[in-house]
């Protein structure tokens, strides 16, 4: 596609339940990355995806946040068993190579905890 | 390590110039970025420094040196609609890591 497309664009949840989050990042960017970004804050990094290996999971806040990539195309962030401190914008980037090369952003999905 | 600093908050008015600091320790530094993100939006890609120096582009410039670990984000002649949190952003290896971004305020 022209541009990374995440769904949904908001998401509202009870606490407890698991929510699954997409990215479509353009098309031939190996490079994809999952941000989290809470009300007034900064970019916290969670995922990068290089193809669909993922070489650095440092990121994710707890077991129970997973993700995965197909080839090099959609990936999907799942977060089991949500809590109210998981309510943020997800945030989903990609890029050409993932070295020197600009990243894209979606719009990225809301996310509410209740 | 890894440690990515800048302001929290800036304000200028409108017409203005404003420079917006950024301080970096990143292992494998190949360089800068500098993004722009509007309340409520995802950001934009404004910048990218690799080698020492100054690039202009428009009213946005941006400065690096690799030795002092250190960018800047220069604004001129600034309009109500630059009023965004600008981030600072470097690869730590091989994933791009951000600041906690500059919150700039502009007023007429």
């Known amino acids: 596609g022209a541009g990374v497309s995440q769904s949904p664009s908001n998401k509202v949840t009870e606490k407890g339940k698991d929510v699954e989050l997409r990215c479509d990042p353009i098309?031939?960017?190996?490079?994809l990355y999952w941000y989290r970004q809470r009300l007034g804050q900064g970019l916290e990094f969670l995922i990068y995806?290089?193809?669909?290996?993922?070489?650095?999971k440092s990121g994710l806040p707890s077991d129970r946040f997973s993700a995965e990539r197909t080839g090099e195309s959609v990936s999907t962030l799942t977060i089991q068993r949500t809590q109210q401190e998981d309510s943020a914008v997800y945030l989903c980037?990609?890029?050409?190579?993932?070295?020197?090369?600009?990243?894209?952003f979606g719009q990225g999905t809301r996310l509410t905890v209740v | 390590g890894q440690n990515i600093d800048q302001p929290t908050e800036m304000t200028a008015t409108e017409g203005a110039i404003v420079q917006i600091n950024c301080t970096y320790q990143?292992?494998?530094?190949?360089?800068l970025f500098w993004y722009q993100q509007h309340a409520g939006e995802a950001p934009t890609f404004l910048s990218y420094?690799?080698?020492?120096g100054l690039e202009e582009k428009g009213r946005f410039s941006s400065f690096l040196s690799r030795s002092k670990g250190y960018s800047y984000l220069l604004l001129k002649e600034l309009q109500m609609k630059d009023s965004a949190s600008y981030l600072c952003?470097?690869?730590?290896?091989?994933?791009?890591?951000f600041g906690t971004g500059t919150r700039l305020q502009v007023f007429p």
């Open positions: 980037a990609s890029s050409l190579s993932g070295w020197n090369t600009e990243a894209f």
């Open positions: 098309s031939g960017h190996t490079a």
């Open positions: 995806f290089q193809g669909n290996s993922a070489p650095d």
């Open positions: 990143t292992s494998g530094f190949n360089g």
């Open positions: 420094n690799v080698l020492d």
């Open positions: 952003a470097a690869y730590n290896t091989d994933k791009l890591i």
